[in-house]
């Protein structure tokens, strides 16, 4: 069965149900028809907060194959819940760029999802929409600002970095003139479109704490400068309160359900190659608040989503997890050990052996945060005994934990054994979080750290842009903002044909974008586009509804 079958056999609890689960009656919740809510901030409570053992899911470096964290993530959570320990798992929204493109959705798959698969895929509870909505409010406000003769700035278009967002692929709307028409339809200049994920409004609401701090964190988004060489910011247009009533409801997180019938909370969607890659810190603290244990993943490998998840998100909240999940496949290291990719389900221990190196980089990554990984093979029906076995050897060579899982078959049951280890991580107290570097840092340290600990870079280069990026950022005193790098997922590089562990490398920033408003700087490096496009036979193409309302071809 497809994971639209296994998903549409699953007989649905009302969402009342789920909420009563974490003891929430039907006045705490808002209902979205009969299987979602959103769950009000004011639940969040910060001593239980600090009690819940948060755990943390990445993985190796991505392939064409695909690694099934989120699958991971789920069914752990489903494995701690079966073996008596209360917990949550805490997701990202899926994009619909990806849905309809190459990727398909992002509910998990098999028997470890959450549900309704459909409605999570398609639109859920209208967030990516609010997200749009405000930032292309700032987008407009900007450009009537620079049309207007009596309410202006004196904003500089040159200098406006600010783009448009839409939920889709659409490399058409990469690099577009507005303003064309004469003197009634604005000034004509050029800009374009991002895909909603990758806004800074998603990365904004994100690491917000409330709307107070939503609201504040608005008015910080920086524009660009007037003829008069002085930054302008979103407050200085006075869009930020405006906008923060269009995320009104979009602030507040999502309660759904898992295919076992335990709740499970999605709020946020930033990509992890140009943003954070983590679901909100409202939404973490809220699985906190109800849960023993919460679950939550971050995006690509432990050199994207993990390290931005541990030097942005958990420093900027608070937060400090207690194990940490690394996500692999037989699959996946046969790639990075070279195997063709039409290759991958026929046994060959050769190439498993010249892609573990990969995952060894991933763990010692997560050992640099002084955190202890679980290597969890999410095991596929192609994978023999002697490939596993491969790795198992490795795991006891290197004295870390390592659980073979098979949670799309089996689920829950299929995730038992890890769920037990990480039991037995976070009650021996042996990880002692700490981020990898100081925000008080000069941003070419704080580069230098991520590139060389974390990519395995010998040096960082920085274009003639990117250097004067530098003195711009040290200008508007922003010097002190945490580092969150735009890197190909691809790679531990900044190469994305260079798989497995590369060493002796640079690491080339091409420029450095400022995310005043989220609280971050965005090193830039290789070719990297935040409007994805379609591919020759998107997914899309396979996507169709009956007259019933019977939705086919969603994966």
């Known amino acids: 069965m497809t994971d639209l079958d296994?998903?549409?056999?699953?007989?649905?609890e009302d969402i009342r149900t789920i909420a009563k689960k974490l003891g929430l009656n039907e006045d705490d919740i808002e209902m979205y028809g009969k299987y979602k809510a959103k769950l009000p901030q004011s639940k969040i409570n910060p001593e239980k907060v600090n009690q819940s053992n948060l755990i943390l899911v990445t993985a190796i470096s991505p392939t064409p194959a695909g690694e099934g964290k989120t699958t991971m993530s789920i069914g752990l959570s489903e494995g701690l819940n079966r073996i008596g320990k209360q917990t949550t798992v805490v997701l990202r929204e899926p994009s619909l760029g990806p849905v309809f493109g190459i990727k398909g959705g992002a509910t998990g798959g098999g028997f470890s999802q959450v549900l309704p698969m459909e409605d999570i895929n398609l639109h859920f509870t209208g967030d990516f929409s609010a997200i749009e909505k405000a930032h292309n409010l700032l987008s407009a406000v900007i450009d009537n600002n620079i049309h207007s003769k009596t309410n202006t700035l004196g904003i500089d278009a040159r200098t406006v970095t600010w783009k448009r967002v839409m939920d889709m692929n659409d490399r058409s709307l990469r690099n577009i003139v507005v303003g064309l028409g004469g003197p009634t339809s604005g000034v004509p200049r050029e800009t374009g479109f991002d895909i909603t994920a990758a806004s800074e409004i998603m990365a904004i609401l994100c690491l917000s704490d409330d709307l107070a701090d939503l609201k504040h964190r608005l008015g910080n988004i920086f524009i660009g400068y007037t003829f008069k060489k002085e930054p302008v910011f979103c407050k200085d247009l006075k869009a930020e309160g405006a906008m923060a009533a269009l995320l009104k409801e979009a602030i507040k997180p999502n309660l759904v359900q898992t295919i076992e019938g335990n709740p499970a909370i999605i709020?946020?969607?930033?990509?992890?190659?140009?943003?954070?890659?983590?679901?909100?810190?409202?939404a973490t603290r809220m699985g906190m608040t109800f849960s023993d244990y919460t679950v939550t993943e971050a995006g690509f490998g432990s050199d994207l989503g993990a390290e931005k998840f541990l030097d942005i998100k958990c420093q900027s909240a608070g937060l400090s997890p207690k194990a940490v999940v690394i996500t692999t496949t037989i699959r996946a290291l046969k790639y990075h050990g070279g195997a063709d990719l039409k290759s991958l389900t026929d046994e060959n221990v050769s190439a498993l052996k010249q892609g573990i190196p990969n995952l060894e980089k991933h763990i010692e990554n997560i050992q640099q945060f002084n955190l202890v990984p679980i290597i969890s093979i999410?095991?596929?029906?192609?994978?023999?005994?002697?490939?596993?076995?491969?790795?198992?050897?490795?795991?006891?060579?290197?004295?870390?934990?390592?659980?073979?899982?098979?949670?799309?078959?089996?689920?829950?049951?299929?995730?038992?054994?890890?769920?037990?280890?990480?039991?037995?991580?976070?009650e021996s107290g042996e990880s002692n979080f700490k981020p990898l570097y100081d925000w008080d840092m000069s941003v070419r340290d704080k580069i230098k750290t991520i590139a060389t600990k974390v990519y395995g870079a010998v040096q960082v280069d920085y274009s003639v842009k990117a250097k004067k990026n530098l003195k711009t950022i040290a200008d508007l005193g922003m010097d002190n903002l945490p580092i969150c790098m735009a890197k190909t997922q691809k790679s531990l590089s900044d190469d994305p044909k260079v798989?497995?562990?590369?060493?002796?490398?640079?690491?080339?920033?091409?420029?450095?974008?400022?995310?005043?408003?989220?609280?971050?700087?965005?090193?830039?490096?290789?070719d990297m586009m935040r409007m994805p496009g379609l591919p020759a036979h998107p997914a899309s193409e396979n996507i169709s509804i009956d007259n019933n309302g019977i939705i086919s071809g969603l994966f």
């Open 6 to 12: 296994i998903a549409k056999q699953i007989k649905l």
């Open 378 to 426: 999410n095991r596929f029906v192609s994978d023999t005994d002697s490939e596993i076995e491969e790795i198992l050897r490795f795991a006891k060579e290197k004295n870390i934990r390592v659980s073979v899982a098979e949670v799309w078959a089996k689920g829950g049951e299929g995730a038992l054994d890890l769920a037990k280890q990480v039991v037995e991580v976070v």
């Open 499 to 526: 798989i497995g562990r590369p060493e002796g490398f640079t690491i080339t920033i091409r420029e450095i974008e400022i995310a005043a408003g989220a609280g971050f700087l965005i090193p830039i490096t290789g």
């Open 267 to 282: 709020h946020g969607g930033p990509f992890a190659n140009i943003a954070q890659g983590t679901n909100s810190v409202i």
